[in-house]
């Protein structure tokens, strides 16, 4: 059973307060420390991510050399499946990796995301996984799914046209924001302005690099199936944005769209703290405990991306299953607080149990046992309705 604890912050909503006019297809803008969408449309279609599915070939490798798995120093041969469908006889964006060399995962990192090299990332997912179908279900998909990309499904590794390669412009920017937060060093990559492999120099294919201050790094992509995209980022007076297009016809509108949202955010919108840190935000319902109820804190601070001009309408929920069985250890996560800004949810954060509460006496089982039954059965009742 869901319950729900309204804590509200309310503002009158402007009519004159409009929102952002852009004509990406699919388009998020979000603030990266607290995850605040400021911006959404259609940010939950499923579309072909071409060239910005190699963030997702990236994180594999990052997380893998974090966690010990691999060095940026092994060195990995580029197969002939490698050099032909992602190397020069491809056509295709390219590192000019030569056929049967030996290249490190450093090296294979800067091709991938600097040069958008689809044989650099081939080349990874056969070292890794032994081939890159494997690579793409077997680390990808499964990847995806514990970092919460509930929707991503990938087919290669690199974004070529495969019908397995579907993302959101949503969680493309949960990943480029997971990127960013947890590898500080190897985000990096994304902002270096050129790389060259074997005498050949190429330049970072992100137009945002040179067009706007602040902006720092992530991936452009085209394929037929899914248009022109990209996933950028920038920082300007200490706040850091993100911006996902996708779906746009050409490379031109592709980066005036990202400029335009992004420079939409960064003029309009201030960061706002709702709730601090150990600030206690609610209560949840207990089952079986000494006490009816037990107190809920957030052990980071609750910020939200709110109008400069203080036009939105801020609703914060505490949202748990329950009510929650005792025994409950103090810093046991409950649930979540959501906040929704002008009726869209702006972000999430969890909450934890602020206070241990031991298991009550065989009588206050036994009353909230037989409340709970009363409800189980008239909520059966209802949903017979």
């Known amino acids: 059973m869901l319950y729900a604890a309204n804590q509200s912050v309310q503002g009158g909503v402007k009519k004159e307060d409009a929102g952002f006019d852009g004509d990406a297809p699919n388009a998020i803008l979000i603030e990266a420390t607290s995850g605040s969408v400021l ?12 060239s910005m599915m190699k963030m997702m070939t990236a994180e594999v490798v990052f997380n893998a050399i974090k966690k010990g798995d691999i060095k940026l120093t092994d060195e990995y041969r580029i197969s002939e499946n490698a050099w032909r469908r992602g190397g020069a006889p491809s056509g295709g964006s390219t590192m000019f990796a030569a056929i049967n060399s030996k290249v490190s995962v450093d090296d294979l990192l800067h091709g991938a995301i600097i040069q958008s090299g689809n044989d650099a990332c081939i080349a990874l997912a056969e070292a890794m996984a032994g081939n890159e179908r494997i690579f793409a279900t077997d680390f990808m998909t499964k990847r995806a799914r514990e970092l919460g990309l509930t929707k991503s499904t990938f087919g290669n590794s690199n974004g070529l046209p495969d019908p397995a390669n579907k993302m959101t412009v949503r969680e493309i920017g949960m990943l480029a924001r997971h990127i960013i937060l947890t590898y500080p060093d190897f985000y990096k990559l994304f902002g270096e302005k050129e790389f060259t492999w074997n005498k050949i120099r190429q330049p970072n294919r992100n137009p945002l690099l040179n067009g706007l201050e602040g902006a720092d790094g992530l991936k452009t992509g085209y394929t037929k199936e899914g248009g022109y995209g990209m996933a950028g980022s920038a920082v300007q007076n200490g706040t850091r944005l993100i911006v996902v297009v996708n779906g746009l016809e050409d490379a031109e ?22 709730i601090a840190v150990d600030q206690q935000v609610g209560y949840a319902k207990v089952f079986g405990g000494e006490s009816r109820s037990v107190k809920l804190v957030a052990k980071t601070p609750v910020k939200v991306m709110v109008h400069k001009n203080g036009s939105d309408k801020l609703i914060a929920r505490i949202v748990y299953s329950g009510p929650v069985r005792a025994p ?25 149990a602020g206070e241990a509460v031991g298991t009550g006496s065989t009588m206050r089982r036994a ?4 409340s709970e039954l009363v409800i189980g059965m008239f909520r059966a009742g209802a949903e017979k309705l």
Request: proline share 3%; net charge neutral.
């Open 39 to 50: 911006f959404e449309k259609n940010a939950d279609e499923l579309r072909a991510p071409s």
């Open 253 to 274: 509108d592709r980066a005036t769209e990202a400029k335009k949202m992004l420079e939409w955010g960064f003029r309009n919108f201030e960061t706002r703290t709702l």
């Open 328 to 352: 409950i250890e103090a810093g046991q996560r409950v649930g979540v607080v959501r906040v929704w800004r002008s009726g869209n949810i702006a972000v999430e954060t969890p909450v934890y």
């Open 367 to 370: 009353i909230d046992g037989a």
